[in-house]
Structures are given as structure tokens and as C-alpha cells.
């Protein structure tokens, strides 16, 4: 089965903080992994994955098989990186099936 | 280039009645997908239709179905509401089928079943 988990529904940092979100995996093949972003008032969009391997705003993630994690990480927040960041997972073998995560709101205060 | 659009943006219904939800594809995208977001979790895959045939199929029951047409606008259809079917749904489009293709969102259509 595929599955995808966001431990934390809430990550409250303060500005120039680093940021981790957390993002576990199940699957028994090699997936596409996704991280998403919704800004407020603003529809889902892709923010970076893992097979580009590029920073995006800052952002970056790694893909940990072992740990079947894809956490995304970005060294200062900004209080624009205040948004609902989703994780989500594709198996090759699904064409363009997407499997998300909860969802974890990211608060960057200042 | 416009995005994709879905309407209408929210909708009202009865237990047990049926909805049409409509979307418009990105330009020149074939490949459509559709997810219901229920309040606090992540996306759902409902379907996806390639070429207006579906092409895989999430764990929602036959009264959810779907087409696409061939401009590969795409509608999703609910029959016999019920009160869990009460969520954010959203379409997705991308230019082709194959994994290496980014799918654009829609904003969604809110859907209040009472």
C-alpha cells in the first residue's frame, strides 16, 4: 500500500530559523516523491521533486530510502514561506496518481 | 496560457441528490485527474481520465464517475449525495500520461452536502 505521513499538523518557527518538515513514506517500489505548497488564498502547486534534486526558494529535500523519509528543509524562514505544504507520493506503476499527505501548516512569525 | 479553471466554486445539495462538477484542462493538456480534499487531510485520488478514457481509479464507489471530453474538459459526476461526500474537490491537468509530467491544480470546487 502507499502511504504518506506528516507528522505535525502545525510547525511554528520564528523568521531566520531553520525548518524541517517532516515527511515518511510507504512503498514497496521506487516512488516519486512531491513536496506541495498552498498559499493562503491560493491554489496547490508543486514546489519541488525529488528527481530534479534542485533548490526551489530556498528549499531543498532529500529522498532517504532507507529511512523511507522526504523531508524538506530550508536553513532561514521567511515569513513568506507561511503556506500548507503538502508531501505526495507517485508509484511509477499508477501513471500520474498522486498519494498526499495530511499536511502540515508551516507559521513563520517575526 | 490559462490555468485550469473549475466550476462552479461552491456548490449547496441535499442528501441523495446528484452534482456535476466541471473543469477545464490547462491548454493542451490530455491527461486529467481528480481528488477530493475533505476538511484537514491531504488530496484523495478519485480517477484520471488520458484521452477520454479513464485511466486508473482511487477507492471511491461507482456512484463517483467522470468524462472527458474531447477538448479534455472534464466533469465529475455524484450521485445519491451523502453527508462524507462534503469536501474541497479538485481537478488536475497534465500535458501528457507519463510520470514525468506536472500536474496544475485547479482552485477546487466546495461542495456542502446537507
Known amino acids: 500500500a502507499q502511504r504518506v505521513t506528516q507528522p505535525e499538523k502545525l510547525l511554528s518557527v520564528f523568521k531566520g530559523a531553520p525548518v524541517e518538515l517532516k515527511c515518511n513514506y510507504s512503498?514497496?517500489?521506487?516512488?516519486?516523491l512531491f513536496w506541495y505548497v498552498q498559499y493562503s488564498r491560493q491554489r496547490l502547486q508543486l514546489l519541488l521533486r525529488?528527481?530534479s534534486r534542485e533548490s526551489i526558494k530556498g528549499f531543498t529535500a532529500d529522498l532517504n530510502k532507507g529511512e523511507t523519509s522526504f523531508h524538506l528543509k530550508k536553513p532561514f524562514a521567511q515569513e513568506e514561506d507561511s503556506a500548507m505544504y503538502y508531501c505526495?507520493?507517485?508509484?511509477?506503476?499508477?501513471?500520474?496518481?498522486?498519494?498526499f499527505g495530511a499536511g502540515t501548516i508551516l507559521r513563520v512569525k517575526s | 496560457e490559462t490555468g485550469v479553471t473549475q466550476s462552479p466554486t461552491h456548490l449547496i445539495k441535499t442528501r441523495g441528490q446528484q452534482v456535476t462538477l466541471r473543469c477545464s484542462s490547462q491548454?493542451?493538456?490530455?491527461?486529467v485527474s481528480w481528488y477530493q480534499q475533505a476538511l484537514g487531510q491531504g488530496p484523495q485520488f478519485i480517477f484520471q481520465?488520458?484521452?477520454?478514457?479513464?485511466?486508473g481509479r482511487g477507492n471511491f464507489p461507482p456512484r463517483f464517475s467522470g468524462l472527458q471530453f474531447p477538448n479534455y474538459s472534464s466533469e465529475l459526476n455524484v450521485n445519491a449525495l451523502e453527508l462524507d461526500d462534503s469536501a474541497l474537490y479538485l481537478c488536475?491537468?497534465?500535458?501528457?500520461?507519463?510520470?514525468?509530467?506536472?500536474?496544475?491544480f485547479g482552485p477546487g470546487t466546495r461542495l456542502t452536502v446537507t
Open positions: 488536475a491537468s497534465s500535458l501528457d500520461l507519463g510520470s514525468g509530467y506536472e500536474q496544475y
Open positions: 512503498y514497496s517500489g521506487s516512488p516519486e
Open positions: 525529488h528527481i
Open positions: 505526495a507520493l507517485r508509484g511509477l506503476e499508477y501513471g500520474n496518481k498522486l498519494v
Open positions: 491548454s493542451g493538456h490530455n491527461t
Open positions: 481520465y488520458y484521452r477520454e478514457e479513464e485511466n
